[in-house]
């Protein structure tokens, strides 16, 4: 299997530079490689269920020859009903090896999620931005023991 476990992106190029990025893109599908092991062939709703950790919800939202989208997120329910935080949209590129975070919610209810989106502005930075919250979540929930595998 691929491991990341000795590839820490804001640390081997400059940060916010298009390879970072790049090594941040790759970082990202062997996280979400770990995280859903069988990414080439799944299609439709996942959920992954680990104790002392949110419910963790995955849609394929577009298959293509070479590449995959997908929504990942958690629901959270609230007094003022579902909360869906983080909520993240992922294309991935097959053929690439790569992951990139195409949007997420800009409101972020997480402080060390402000901070990270308030250092980063310009397009570069916004994509920056992205995927390093996507890098340390895969991280976070490969952590915590979420597995999405064929129903």
């Known amino acids: 299997m691929l491991l990341d476990s000795h590839l820490v992106p804001q640390t081997i190029v400059k940060p916010r530079s298009f ?13 979400l490689l770990r995280l859903i092991p ?12 680990v104790a002392g950790d949110c419910d963790l919800h995955i849609e394929i939202l577009e298959r293509c020859r070479y590449t995959v989208t997908l929504s990942l997120t958690y629901h959270l329910e609230t007094d003022d009903g579902l909360l869906i935080d983080p909520d993240m949209t992922i294309r991935v590129y097959l053929d690439g090896q790569v992951a990139e975070a195409m949007c997420s919610d800009g409101n972020q209810r997480h402080a060390a999620l402000r901070q990270l989106i308030g250092a980063h502005r310009r397009e570069l930075d916004l994509r920056w931005q992205r995927n390093i919250v996507l890098n340390k979540w895969l991280e976070y929930l490969s952590d915590q023991g979420h597995l999405v595998l064929e129903r």
């Open 19 to 31: 390879i970072g990025l790049m090594t941040l893109y790759d970082s990202n599908y062997l996280r």
């Open 38 to 49: 069988e990414i080439d062939r799944l299609d439709g709703c996942f959920r992954s269920r």
